[in-house]
């Protein structure tokens, strides 16, 4: 079954670093995001991307975060300067369409710890 | 505005009984999805079931099938013959895909679910 993959599995960071968390979602989508899970917390929206695009972003994704898909294949989350409070971790999602019934599968997720 | 609530923080279920996890939510979109996923301990978040605003039928997928009272607003998931493994955090989360929020999961905050032998 396709899945969505996600790299690092876990990174350790000291405060103030950049860090890219990547993704390469499920080949024929067309929507990609990002989520995040802060320990303990619910899963918030960070970004939604498509057609080379942000189509929605949330409070949260603020000027430290940027998304890009560099290659037709990777999606990637930067954070240029990481603080305490960006520790969680990480969910990339891919969809097909905007069809209503299509779904949205999550990678494994990327634990990011910032120290 | 949007809002998805589950109300049990965890629960207790003996392997092969059934467990219905609950979940309301609101909505003024008349077209929306409703997911659940299931996070094990290892943290990835996996896939269960959706069902459609407009779907004439509850949704089913294997043990999992989902209790969709559209006027009472509620989506309950309901595991049927728990296994062990089925021990997880379990989320229901919804879309509403007007303009600007196609693709926006809003996540419960999610039910404990401890199967015991």
């Known amino acids: 079954e396709p899945e969505v993959t996600q790299t690092p599995s876990h990174q350790v960071t000291q405060m103030g670093q950049e860090v890219i968390l990547r993704c390469v979602p499920i080949?024929?989508?067309?929507?990609f995001y990002w989520y995040r899970q802060i320990l303990g917390q619910k899963v918030e929206f960070l970004v939604s991307?498509?057609?080379?695009?942000?189509?929605?972003k949330s409070e949260i994704f603020d000027d430290q975060f940027s998304v890009e898909r560099p290659d037709g294949s990777n999606f990637t989350l930067k954070i240029r300067s990481t603080k305490l409070e960006d520790s969680a971790m990480y969910f990339c999602a891919s969809s097909a369409d905007r069809s209503g019934v299509d779904t949205i599968y999550f990678g494994e997720g990327s634990w990011l710890t910032v120290v | 505005a949007q809002k998805i609530t589950q109300t049990q923080p965890g629960m207790f279920v003996q392997e092969k009984e059934a467990v219905t996890l609950d979940c309301t939510y609101d909505t003024s979109d008349p077209s929306y999805g409703l997911f659940w996923y299931k996070q094990p301990s290892s943290g990835e978040m996996i896939f269960l079931i959706y069902?459609?605003?407009?779907?004439?039928q509850n949704a089913t997928e294997g043990r999992y099938s989902l209790n969709f009272q559209k006027a009472r607003k509620s989506a309950n998931l309901v595991i049927s013959a728990s296994q062990l493994g089925d021990s997880a955090m379990y989320f229901c989360?919804?879309?509403?895909?007007?303009?600007?929020?196609?693709?926006?999961?809003?996540f419960g905050a999610g039910t404990q679910v401890v199967v015991t032998p």
């Open positions: 989360a919804m879309r509403a895909p007007s303009t600007d929020s196609w693709g926006k999961l809003q």
């Open positions: 069902q459609g605003s407009y779907d004439q």
């Open positions: 991307f498509y057609n080379n695009e942000i189509s929605e």
């Open positions: 080949s024929n989508h067309l929507y």
